[in-house]
């Protein structure tokens, strides 16, 4: 019996021990495997009067187990975190359930499978929060960040390791603290705040030196890395990867190796060293697919077919790019999805097939707008500066409990003589209170009419000024004509229209200089552009129709019949056209990228009308309109191209420039006039 006494306390103290969390190291899984078979042995020999403890003890050694699992083997992490959680539900040991549920949704996050992963950490956490562990609720908030990171929704996901780092900072956590200012780095990274991405990676690697964990550090040196290659230092970018690489060799950190490479390939692939590029992103691939990291292996496809785009290779490049789309469909996570999309978008359009380089583009720019918004940014920001706002109350509040603590006495003597006084002024207070309300109940009696006129006259002008609004909105979603008739009769009826002239515009390499530019920056460009464009159309009496991303789409002679609808519109582009090329001169003085526009205009019949039930959108179709895109696509930067029909009707107001007949997508071949 004293052997299994013994062999049952080593199990305890061995199973309490820290949790490595991605160490991989053959050493502590034999040990722990041992420990498992010798509580097997114990549990056995006492037989029916095993205390309950020996199952708890049992939960948290599989627990363990399953951690040390979890990078290289994540299968065979799952079997042994899944029997912990059986074995914590069935006896009710609360901190094995939040242990098992916090490793399913590592193992999860590992995999890719997010939504999977989030579960579980929100199940952990509830059980933390239950038990006051606070260390666990520290790590469930960082995983739920981590989760919401690699989905997009960076406000949700700061907020998460905000949150995540107070509790840290309250226990003195050092290493998880650095791990948090490494977590708040990637989200200023991703939105490219460089300055605040890299305050916090320095922040992150200045307390991992200090603690000497060497795996924290070379997350630091590949996160600094990182930012060096986005300013385009590519020296210091590959020092900082090569220590990096370093470090995760000597360890024998497979998932960390394999993301070396990977950055290693990105510094490669910017100075269009391509066969570096490749043989890095290879490497990490092969890893990427042993331990089953989707999130890896979509990066390494991403990468690769950037390469293959750089060599001119497309075939190869939009392969590989389809295959990264399909595995972040499988994560769910949006900023790759959106990556994809792109970079689709871009592959498709050089090889001239525009029409699946329009259909990306429009996916793209869906998932873009669900991303980049100013609220979202407005949300990051708010939340850092709350986060800040709360440490400086916390320290001003200890600061006054210091004092608090010297001037007891003499604030205990100063509550007795205020607590006096207010007794006396509270029944001075009673007194003058039932004076005044005997005087109040008479007054209220003789005002009671007067007030009731007043608040009828104030809701009938309430209600005079909602109509009022809601006429505006209507007014700024449909055409006056067709707004008056959705108030008359309910509902409008679709029109058919001979001839109108339909517009489109377009920048050229949108998508290139998007990803150049802050998202707020970006946003306040195209408001600037398209409110002069509803500006210019509006002096010109054409509707605007909609807008697509970053094209603009209007046309004249309707929903009013006129005449002079080619003339108007053609006057409206030429007027579009010069607005942009002054507006670049100033963005080229300033240094900035221009936005090229291209400009189609075609004319001829189209259906026009109103879809949507709870949205209302004013829309036309038709070939007329397709044509008009094929004019756009079909022009050149800073030029007004129009289609035979529209030539026709304007010939003897403008100069034009026949262009010859040019072979368009699905349309043949095309005659085509630059308007001079």
């Known amino acids: 019996m004293q052997r299994t006494t013994s062999s049952l306390l080593f199990i305890i103290l061995l199973t309490w021990l820290p949790i490595h969390g991605f160490s991989q190291n053959k050493k502590n899984i034999d040990s722990l495997e041992n420990a498992l078979k010798k509580y097997e042995s ?47 539900e069935k006896i009710g040991f609360k901190k094995g359930i939040g242990y098992a549920n916090y490793t399913m949704a590592v193992i999860s996050e590992n995999k890719g499978n997010y939504q999977a992963a989030l579960d579980y950490y929100q199940k952990s956490l509830k059980i933390m929060e239950e038990i006051k562990n606070k260390k666990g609720i520290a790590n469930d908030y960082n995983g739920i960040g981590a989760v919401y990171k690699h989905q997009g929704n960076y406000s949700e996901a700061l907020n998460n390791y905000l949150s995540s780092l107070k509790i840290k900072e309250e226990l003195g956590n050092k290493k998880g603290i650095a791990g948090s200012y490494n977590n708040i780095g990637d989200i200023y990274y991703m939105q490219k705040d460089f300055e605040q991405a890299l305050s916090n990676y320095q922040n992150s690697l200045k307390i991992r030196i200090g603690l000497g964990d060497n795996a924290g550090i070379s997350d630091s040196y590949e996160t600094i890395g990182n930012i060096y290659t986005a300013q385009n230092n590519y020296e210091e970018a590959l020092q900082n990867h090569l220590n990096s690489l370093k470090i995760r060799e000597d360890i024998g950190d497979k998932r960390r190796i394999s993301n070396s490479y990977i950055n290693i390939g990105n510094v490669y692939n910017e100075q269009n060293k391509f066969a570096d590029a490749l043989k890095n992103y290879s490497l990490s691939l092969k890893i990427k697919e042993e331990i089953g990291d989707k999130y890896g292996i979509f990066k390494c496809n991403n990468s690769i077919s950037q390469v293959y785009e750089k060599q001119g290779n497309l075939n190869e490049a939009i392969k590989y790019e389809l295959k990264a789309l399909a595995i972040s469909k499988e994560t769910g996570a949006r900023e790759l999805i959106k990556n994809a999309y792109m ?60 004092k608090d603590a010297v001037s007891t006495e003499v604030l205990k003597r100063q509550r007795q003589m205020k607590n006096a006084f207010i007794v006396g002024f509270i029944l001075v207070f009673l007194l003058a209170l039932i004076l005044y ?18 608040i009828i006259t104030i809701e009938k002008a309430n209600v005079e000024l909602e109509k009022e609004r809601s006429e505006k909105l209507l007014l700024n979603i449909l055409p006056a004509e067709v ?37 707020a920056k970006l946003v306040a460009e195209i408001d600037y552009c398209f409110s002069a464009f509803d500006d210019i159309i509006y002096k010109h009496k054409i509707e605007k129709i909609k ?41 080229i003085a300033k240094g900035e990228l221009p936005f090229e526009i291209r400009i189609g205009i075609n004319t001829g019949p189209v259906v026009a009308g109103v879809v949507g039930v709870r949205k209302f959108a004013y829309d036309i179709w038709g070939d007329t309109v397709n044509l008009a895109s094929r004019m756009e696509s079909s022009g050149e930067a800073g030029k007004v191209n129009v289609s035979g029909s529209t030539h026709q009707l304007i010939k003897d107001k403008f100069h034009c420039v026949h262009r010859g007949k040019i072979l368009t997508k699905n349309k043949g071949e095309v005659d085509m006039y630059f308007v001079e």
Request: net charge neutral.
């Open 547 to 587: 807008t697509i991303g970053d094209a603009y789409m209007c046309a004249g002679g309707l929903p009013v019949k006129n005449n002079t609808h080619a003339e108007d519109t053609v006057k409206a582009a030429i007027e579009i056209r010069d607005f942009m090329a002054n507006y670049n001169e100033q963005k």
């Open 343 to 402: 970079n689709l978008a871009l592959f498709y359009a050089k090889q001239q097939n525009y029409k699946s380089a329009y259909d990306y583009h429009v996916l793209y720019k869906q998932v873009y707008d669900t991303i980049f918004n100013k609220e979202n940014e407005k949300k990051v920001t708010g939340l850092q500066l709350q986060y800040d706002f709360g440490k400086k109350q916390d320290s001003a509040k200890a600061m006054q409990d210091k």
């Open 483 to 519: 707004a008056e008739e959705l108030k008359e009769k309910g509902k409008t009826e679709a029109k058919n229209y001979d001839w109108v002239t339909v517009m489109f515009t377009d920048f050229k390499g949108f998508t290139k200089i998007s990803e150049q530019m802050s998202p």
């Open 42 to 88: 114990s549990k056995k020999e006492i037989g029916m009067n095993a205390p309950i403890l020996m199952d708890s003890t049992k939960a948290i050694l599989l627990n363990n187990i399953a951690q040390e699992y979890w990078d290289a083997a994540p299968d065979k992490a799952t079997e042994y975190a899944l029997e912990c959680l059986a074995i914590s």
């Open 437 to 454: 309300n005997r005087f109040r109940i008479k007054r209220n009696a003789n005002v009671a009419l007067d007030l009731k006129n007043k």
